[in-house]
């Protein structure tokens, strides 16, 4: 056990997921007596996560690989506090029964991630709703309150970067709350670890502080790096937002193509982060990054890993079907679930009442050509495509035999503009 705890904690620097650990030669020892149980706490401040958490949940599914017990706790008491850490405004605050409903949402998505049964080490599930809704207020100020200063918690980054703009004693009081969850998990789960992003260090070891004062035993915290792209850009977030690991808020093709537009200063890091390939396999891709960038060949390797590890391998096919549909601009092998998910970010027009359709009209409506002379002018020049076909006859009518899958049909100018009519 003992080697094998030392390769985990290799392997997690290797891949640059350790950013700060609080008395590391103390948690190896620990762990290497007997598999040690950590968790990573997920508020639910939307109806699902996006791939901003997914460090810390793979950061669990690699102790859990190495025969230790993670623990993913979905903050249905604390979603509704609200954590200041890391904003520069206050958080809107939502109803209770909005947070249960993202709270069962998130349950169900960590379950892809973490093996909860069938395993000698399986994951658990909690809600910090059970042991924070119960507390009444005295109890809260006597029992826990009292170990905190407020002088102690002003001097915590989550807390001090906010005081210029006004922080309320509602977010105020969250690290109190992290704090105390860290306490129970530990006395009532024997959890000894808690791990989070970087902008976690003061609620990390403020829950560290409380569990000495409180006589909860030996734990420790680690916190992982916050994801950058070197472009300066923010991580996680595409031209139409959010990146999320919800398919029907980010499609399967919308996230495997983000990943496929990584920046080649980025890819390796994010093969590291992201993915769970040998480090061989890396040198290799990192290799054909330096010598052959234009084939993308570390890029293609990164979509298909996370899409599949967060969507499945049939996840993998359909958005890779897409990508090649689009790419050779032949998208009459795509089926109709596939064809939408394609073309769902791309302007769509709605056309009611007709059988039939001049193709000069269509450009004109879906406002691929500014002008009918624009329109003429692209036609003849060969820079239109109706469903990945080139059509150059001016006074070309589409009817119903040209629709895909009797309703749809692809509009092409050029070579990456894309129109998306609908007959109804």
């Given at each position: ?334 089926s109709e679930a596939e064809l939408v998910e394609a073309l769902q970010d791309m302007p769509t ?76």
């Open positions: 056990m003992a080697r094998l705890d030392q390769q985990l904690l290799d392997n997690l620097e290797y891949r640059g997921l350790i950013y700060q650990t609080t008395n590391r030669e103390g948690l190896l020892e620990k762990m290497n007596k007997e598999p040690i149980v950590l968790y990573g706490g997920f508020d639910p401040t939307a109806d699902s996560l996006h791939i901003g958490h997914l460090l810390p949940i793979l950061v669990l599914r690699h102790f859990q690989q190495a025969g230790h017990k993670p623990i993913a706790l979905v903050g249905g008491g604390t979603g509704l506090i609200g954590d200041p850490s890391g904003r520069s405004t206050e958080r809107s605050l939502n109803t209770s029964d909005t947070v249960a409903l993202w709270t069962e949402r998130l349950k169900d998505q960590l379950s892809r991630f973490l093996d909860f049964e069938g395993t000698d080490n399986p994951a658990k599930l909690v809600s910090n709703y059970d042991w924070l809704a119960p507390l009444d207020i005295i109890t809260f100020l006597r029992d826990i309150g009292k170990n905190f200063t407020v002088n102690y918690m002003l001097g915590k980054d989550s807390v001090d970067s906010r005081l210029a703009n006004g922080i309320s004693f509602t977010e105020f009081s969250y690290m109190i709350l992290q704090s105390y969850d860290f306490y129970r998990l530990l006395t009532d789960h024997d959890c000894s670890l808690q791990i989070g992003g970087s902008d976690q260090w003061g609620n990390i070891t403020a829950g560290l502080d409380l569990i000495g004062k409180m006589g909860g035993g030996d734990a420790y915290g680690m916190t992982l790096p916050l994801v950058t792209k070197s472009d300066g850009k923010k991580f996680g977030k595409s031209e139409s937002g959010a990146v999320w690991l919800d398919r029907n808020k980010t499609s399967v093709y919308a996230f495997y193509q983000f990943w496929i537009n990584t920046d080649d200063n980025d890819v390796v890091k994010f093969l590291k982060y992201f993915t769970f390939l040998e480090r061989e396999r890396i040198a290799e891709l990192e290799q054909a990054v330096a010598e052959r960038p234009e084939k993308r060949e570390a890029q293609r390797e990164l979509a298909r890993e996370v899409t599949r590890l967060v969507h499945g391998d049939e996840a993998v096919v359909s958005a890779e079907k897409i990508t090649q549909a689009l790419f050779s601009g032949d998208v009459t092998q795509l027009t709605v056309v009611t009442g007709q059988d039939e359709s001049p193709l000069l009209e269509l450009l004109l409506e879906t406002k691929a050509a500014p002008s009918k002379r624009q329109a003429r002018e692209d036609i003849e020049k060969g820079a239109v495509y109706l469903n990945g076909q080139r059509e150059q006859a001016i006074d070309f009518v589409l009817t119903k035999e040209h629709r895909l899958h009797g309703k749809y049909a692809v509009l092409r100018r050029g070579k990456k503009n894309y129109f998306l009519v609908k007959f109804e």
